[in-house]
């Protein structure tokens, strides 16, 4: 057997979908967890396993970075010669520059331990600021960025007539553009001033609202606040209705009861995390990056 996908339980689904794309045999890692809060993962690789992929989104990173620690110098010594690590999301790339004396740069020291793991790293949407590129965070020639831009356009096309997109801040423009030009879709971008972690003021676009069906758009909802702010202002200036679609379904805490207080109809996630928002699934995508390379490794 030459190449094999690998999972915990939990990522089941996506996972396997992924696998079922890409035609690739799989083996599901078993976890147990001590009372002291350590863990032993088993992962019993047939012989001959020469190219493993580990799919393992990464929210909630601090106890799955040690996973792939475990996972990935168990597949070396087991004499894979080739590792990937399939994360549709990729914590710790928010601090990329040190704003005070001291400050720890966590994607940096994130990028260069994952480099060190895996000879390649796929992953959809990172929150990249200052950086354009997925190689400048983690140093491979296979650091390999998609968008989830275009799929979540189609699925708000197939549920909305005529949908207005709107991104909640200038960091969404780029979303933004790219699932409206898809479809030739109508759209705009607010701004956004943040004064804490949960205090956000929002200012609408300079757009006519009123009767439009609008779906906010971006790539990331944590607390939920910018999107509750936006769709409470584009619904006091008549928006019919106001939606989301968003990559990354974070939604920390309270932050989806703060987004249906606001007036927040239907939320469409993507199942780069697993929650009961996933509405699209990113397995054809992911397989338009990860076959390339199984098939460059198996030539």
């Not at 275009?150 to 549920?159: C, K």
């Not at 676009?205 to 606040?225: H, K, M, N, T, W």
Request: aromatic content about 4%; overall charge negative; charged content about 20%.
């Amino acid at each position: 057997m030459s190449a094999l996908l690998t999972y915990l339980e939990d990522e089941r689904g996506p996972a396997l979908r992924l696998a079922s794309a890409c035609e690739l045999p799989t083996l599901a890692v078993a976890r147990h967890r001590f009372p002291d809060e350590e863990l032993k993962l088993l992962l019993d690789l047939p012989a001959g396993t020469q190219t493993l992929v580990i799919y393992r989104s990464l929210d909630r990173p601090n106890e799955k970075l040690v996973e792939l620690l475990l996972l990935a110098r168990h597949a070396r010594l087991a004499g894979v010669r080739r590792l990937v690590l399939v994360a549709p999301y990729l914590g710790y790339m928010r601090q990329d520059i040190a704003f005070q004396p001291g400050e720890v740069v966590s994607q940096t020291i994130v990028g260069n331990f994952l480099a060190e793991l895996f000879d390649a790293v796929i992953t959809v949407d990172p929150h990249l600021h200052r950086i354009s590129r997925l190689d400048e965070a983690i140093p491979l020639q296979d650091a390999i960025a998609l968008s989830a831009a275009g799929s979540l356009a189609e699925r708000v096309a197939g549920e909305r007539d005529h949908p207005l997109l709107v991104g909640p801040d200038a960091e969404s423009r780029q979303w933004v553009e790219s699932a409206a030009a898809g479809r030739q879709l109508d759209h705009a971008v607010c701004s956004k001033q943040r004064h804490g972690d949960r205090d956000v003021v929002i200012t609408l676009p300079d757009i006519a609202v009123a009767g439009r069906a609008v779906v906010l758009l971006d790539d990331v909802a944590s607390s939920g606040r910018t999107l509750a702010g936006a769709a409470q202002l584009l619904l006091e200036a008549g928006a019919s209705s106001v939606d989301v679609a968003v990559t990354h379904a974070l939604f920390a805490g309270d932050a989806l009861a703060v987004m249906k207080s606001a007036g927040i109809g239907t939320v469409w996630s993507t199942d780069c995390i697993q929650h009961h928002s996933n509405a699209v699934s990113m397995a054809p995508l992911l397989a338009t990056a990860l076959r390339p390379l199984l098939q460059r490794w198996a030539g």
